[in-house]
């Protein structure tokens, strides 16, 4: 039997099968990598945006706002969006430690990255105003342990 005059030989009919697989293998691969691709995009973008949510608790708005730095490290804007909400729940654990100071710090270095949030500011003013009175509430108590010349023992200064 002779082979059909269009049609290749076999051996070269085999390369041509072979490259067409191989074509489509390449083909199907990148198309399951973009797949996976624009899957890990959403995942991280949905993440970006919950961390926005006022909703949701602190610490989910932080793990959040980490998932989608973690799922795309190259875009600064998640990573930072990752720092402002872990300086932002670290400071709202010091100030309910009544470590109104480190808050205050701690929150300030969140909304300089972040100016605007009107909820981060407003727990900012809140460790601001804590800081107040607790600096107001020692220099008073301190000043009626006073001694002679202005002096204060040690056990009378308050931390």
Do not use: C
């Amino acid at each position: 039997m002779t082979d059909a005059p269009n049609t290749p030989p076999a051996p070269q009919r085999r390369r041509l099968n072979l490259r067409a697989f191989a074509l489509g293998t390449l083909v199907g691969l990148l198309a399951v990598l973009a797949i996976v691709v624009l899957a890990l995009h959403l995942t991280a973008s949905n993440a970006y945006e919950r961390s926005f949510s006022a909703s949701l608790p602190l610490a989910q708005r932080t793990a959040d706002a980490e998932q989608a730095s973690s799922l795309e490290p190259w875009d600064s804007r998640d990573a930072t969006r990752a720092l402002v909400m872990r300086k932002w729940l670290h400071g709202s654990i010091l100030l309910s430690q009544d470590a109104a100071l480190p808050a205050m710090q701690e929150l300030a270095g969140a909304y300089r990255l972040d100016v605007g949030d009107q909820e981060l500011l407003a727990l900012f003013k809140k460790a601001q105003a804590q800081l107040s009175i607790d600096s107001n509430f020692k220099a008073h108590i301190q000043h009626a342990h006073e001694g002679p010349g202005a002096t204060l023992r040690p056990q009378d200064l308050l931390r």
